[in-house]
């Protein structure tokens, strides 16, 4: 099994800086991809970022130039850098794992981590 923890949510102004964490733990080499998406309140849940084992990377359109996702193989940690945030980035982000074999219904999520921008 693998454990998602997010953190780095908060309150920030609008074209300010953020950096979420997802902290994976259990059977980590079982995982293919780290996925973050975010959903805002009323909305459906959307894929914001993702990164693969072989390092490619996926982008939202909309967060593509201030969003950067990255990791740390040590730490067992992905990142997602969001600068120059918007009021629209407003959501509860969380993290997800494309596990290998494993179906994307019982994929691990973490909790979800708040995010909120001020205009």
């Known amino acids: 099994q693998v454990q998602l923890v997010e953190s780095g949510g908060g309150l920030v102004q609008a074209g300010g800086s953020l950096r979420l964490s997802c902290l994976a733990s259990?059977?980590?080499?079982?995982?293919?991809?780290i996925l973050w998406y975010r959903q805002a309140p009323g909305k459906p849940r959307e894929l914001v970022a993702s990164?693969?084992?072989?390092?490619?990377?996926y982008y939202l359109d909309s967060v593509k130039g201030r969003f950067t996702i990255s990791r740390d193989n040590a730490k067992n940690t992905v990142y997602l850098q969001m600068n120059n945030l918007k009021p629209e980035d407003t959501a509860v982000y969380y993290c997800?794992?494309?596990?290998?074999?494993?179906?994307?219904?019982?994929?691990?999520w973490g909790q979800g981590t708040q995010v909120t921008v001020s205009s």
């Open positions: 997800n794992a494309d596990l290998y074999g494993v179906p994307i219904e019982a994929a691990p």
């Open positions: 259990g059977s980590t080499s079982n995982i293919n991809r």
């Open positions: 990164i693969r084992n072989g390092d490619a990377k």
